[in-house]
């Protein structure tokens, strides 16, 4: 029979292969039971099919939907082939597309290929779900002439009853940030929701990445590889004035060649020697305990706190608080309390608590993490504590000894 192909000319190899075994299901005159469209579609899972090397498979199986009456059967899959090609392979469309196997009466068995309606947002289509916060939403993006993979952060402030304050300080915040360990805002899109669309990390948060490991945990020499890179981020926020206040293990993303970059900056705000800050926020387990006592705070200091906390995490496979529950952890985080690690360096041991000191004032500054001699052996540098050089710091004048408290 005649069947008139669904892809337009010039569709890239692969799509073709596809088409190739379409039109061959086509020619059957047997009704496809859904035992067969399912095997169909792990067959197609076996292609390779999207432009980073995942198959067709990593998409529907866990998507598949059966809808089965006494017409027809039809199976409809999810599928974002995000740089499928129709038309030449140097202009990308986005499509969605799902699979149809279907009868209806005594008419021949059908399967087609069909593109299904795609929302957008500005010059972005709209993909799935990547990440869900209590106050936004993160899709994946696909600009819809470059095939520019992004993630999309929606943020419904009317419905969360949030300050535009808060989203324009974030905004404000973000563009100012260049640095190769934080997530880049690429442009802002205005609505009935704010989206920010923001550069997309290919990977997985350290939550996720400590998860895949056998005991939860990263060696040492491994652990300051990341440590480093999510240390220089926070310098860099400090240096321009800017507190995260929300480090955790969930905010920092890990690509698969090993870069760490900082996220999510709902929470962020400027800060000054002269001004302290009184807005609590972050995760209670990475809260300091002025926060948790509700006092007025330094708040370079706070992110310290929360950067001791995050890689006693990395090493231990665990927090530092002991307790049953979020009350009992958040006594001990408020005193100070830390366990004992099983296992650890003098020179860990020494950074984590100089992070975890109740005192803020006594606690250490950024500048102190980053040329901690814990830090200085990543690099190849065994040096004494006592014998330890500064970094060139970006401070100049009289300022550096009103502000040498804070930031180291």
Known sequence: MAVRSPYASGTSYQAGVIESVLLFCLGTQKRPSPRFSVALLQMLGNMRVLDDGRTFNDHVRSNVVHEKDTKHDVITSPLQTYNLRAGSRETPKAMIFSLEFGTVGREEPTLRMVE???????????????????????????????????????????????????IKREIDIHRQLNHPHIVKLIEVIEGNKICLVLEYVEGKDLIDFLDERPDGKLPEVEAIKFFRQISAAVCHLHEKGVVHRDIKLENIMITKDGTCKLIDFGFASHWNPTQLLKTPCGSSVYVAPEIIACKPYLGPKVDIWALGVLIYCMVEGKI????????????????????????????????????????????????DVIEHPWMREARGETVRRQEKTRVKRKWSGSIINFVKKIMA
């Open 116 to 166: 299904k309606e795609r929302k957008s947002v500005g010059d972005y289509v709209v993909g799935e779900v990547i990440g869900q916060g209590a106050f936004s939403k993160v899709n994946l993006g696909l600009h819809k002439n470059t095939g520019e993979k992004v993630a999309l952060k929606f943020i419904d402030h009317h419905a969360l009853d949030i300050d535009e304050k808060t």
């Open 320 to 367: 530092p608080w002991e307790g049953e529950n979020t009350s009992s952890q958040i006594g001990h985080s408020s005193r100070g309390q830390w366990t004992m690690m099983e296992s650890g360096s003098a020179d860990l041991l020494h950074l984590i608590r100089g992070c975890l000191q109740v005192d803020e004032n006594a606690r250490m500054g950024i500048y």
